[in-house]
C-alpha cells in the first residue's frame, strides 16, 4: 500500500505562487493516475488536478485551470502541484491521492490511497 507524504503549504500573498510536492512511497508508475484535491473550512473536498501516467494526460478543475500544473517526477516519487496566481478562495487544505484505474478522475471516492494534508492560506 503506497503511502503519500505532502509538504510545500503555507501562507502566501494574493498573486503568489506554491509548489505543493506529494512524496510517494514506491514508483509512481505502480499506481493508474495521481490527483490533487483540497477542502476548504466547511465545505466538502473537492477536485483540483490530476495526472495519468499513460500518456502524461493532465486533468485540472475549471477553477484553476491556466493557474495550476500537475507534474511528476518519477525519479523521485513525486507528484508535484505549481500553484500560480494564487487566490484568497484557493485557501484550503491540499491532499494528493493516488488511484489505480480509469473513470471520473472528479471523483474523491476512486481514489484509493490519501496524504495526510499540506495547508495553504493566501491572504488578500
Known amino acids: 500500500q503506497v503511502q503519500l507524504v505532502e509538504s510545500g503549504g503555507g501562507l502566501v500573498q494574493a498573486g503568489g505562487s506554491l509548489r505543493l510536492s506529494c512524496a510517494a512511497s514506491?514508483?509512481?508508475?505502480?499506481?493508474?493516475?495521481m490527483g490533487w484535491f483540497r477542502q476548504a473550512p466547511g465545505k466538502e473536498r473537492e477536485f483540483v488536478a490530476a495526472?495519468?501516467?499513460?500518456?502524461?494526460?493532465?486533468i485540472y478543475a475549471d477553477s484553476v485551470k491556466g493557474r495550476f500544473t500537475i507534474f511528476g517526477d518519477n525519479a523521485k516519487n513525486t507528484v508535484f502541484l505549481q500553484m500560480n496566481s494564487l487566490k484568497p478562495e484557493d485557501t484550503a487544505v491540499y491532499y494528493c491521492?493516488?488511484?489505480?484505474?480509469?473513470?471520473?478522475?472528479?471523483?474523491?471516492?476512486?481514489?484509493?490511497?490519501w496524504g495526510q494534508g499540506t495547508q495553504v492560506t493566501v491572504s488578500s
Open positions: 491521492a493516488a488511484r489505480y484505474y480509469s473513470g471520473n478522475y472528479y471523483s474523491q471516492y476512486q481514489y484509493k490511497n
Open positions: 514506491e514508483s509512481l508508475f505502480s499506481s493508474y493516475a
Open positions: 495526472i495519468r501516467w499513460t500518456g502524461g494526460t493532465t
